[in-house]
């Protein structure tokens, strides 16, 4: 069954290992939803993500064949928890949506085995704003389960029921970006999340990571601080049929004020970060 209707795809290798999860139910106060903004569903305890050993996460992340540009983020971007906390286990299929460089990618293709799928997707602008760390990420069958998807804002082209994740990283700020002039045509947000929605299978799981902006701040901090506030996040997700599923704090930084752009040296690679988990139902 082909999980999308590609434009441009190209095959590309792997190990088997998977992954630990952790649940953290309990959100930062200060992120509680605006005033009447859409209430988010929750799963009780009892429904969230079992733990895996340890162990298995640490094989991906100690494999050798990583590069060693990717290994020294690990400490800052701690990896292996927030995999943990997505749930992402071997055999799984999964959309990296804006992949970027391929971090992720790889370690997801790590994870998920020989038995699973990662899809690796970027539009244009991705592509060359991340073209260096990209190069030779997926060349000569070096990570032979993953697929790029080249696709074009509004133009995804998922095929329903057919993910058991989606990540994006750093990422859904963008939706709320526009800048037509350098090839970033604006997202039509609604269309988005519906296309996300259906392209999860039942009880998939939706994990996002993004630079947090202050509580209350309006969705233009997406183009000018390209940052988000986490309840507009979890209001969107509400409007568009996802269970909110667990918050962790593993990458809040309280020394970021958050008025600064995520580039300015002061706080680049430094930022406050949300880790937010949905389900599909």
Known sequence: MNIFIPEWRSTIICLAAFLTACVQLNP??????ATGAAEPATLSASDTLQPVSPSLIDAAISNPVRRRADRDQDERRKAAEVLGFFGIEAGMVVLDLYSGGGYYAELLSLIVGSSG????????????FAKDELAGRYTGGRLGNVEQLV???NKLKLAPDSFD??????????????????????????????????????DGVLGIIDHAADPGAGPETGGTLHR????????????????????????????????????????????????????KP
């Open 28 to 33: 930062i106060a200060s992120e509680q939803m």
């Open 117 to 128: 799928r990662v899809i690796a997707h970027n539009n244009s602008a991705y592509l060359s």
């Open 151 to 153: 696709a074009e804002n």
């Open 165 to 202: 994740a989606i990540l994006m990283i750093k990422a859904y700020h963008d939706v709320y970006y526009i800048d037509e002039g350098a090839g970033w045509e604006e997202i039509d947000r609604a269309k988005f999340l519906h296309e996300i929605f259906s392209a999860l299978k039942p």
């Open 228 to 279: 988000i506030d986490p309840a507009l996040i979890k209001r969107d997700m509400a409007e568009a049929g996802f269970l909110f599923d667990g918050e962790t704090n593993i990458l809040r930084n309280p020394t970021d004020d958050r008025l600064q752009a995520v580039f300015a040296p002061s706080v680049r690679d430094r930022t406050d970060r949300v880790v937010l988990r949905f389900r």
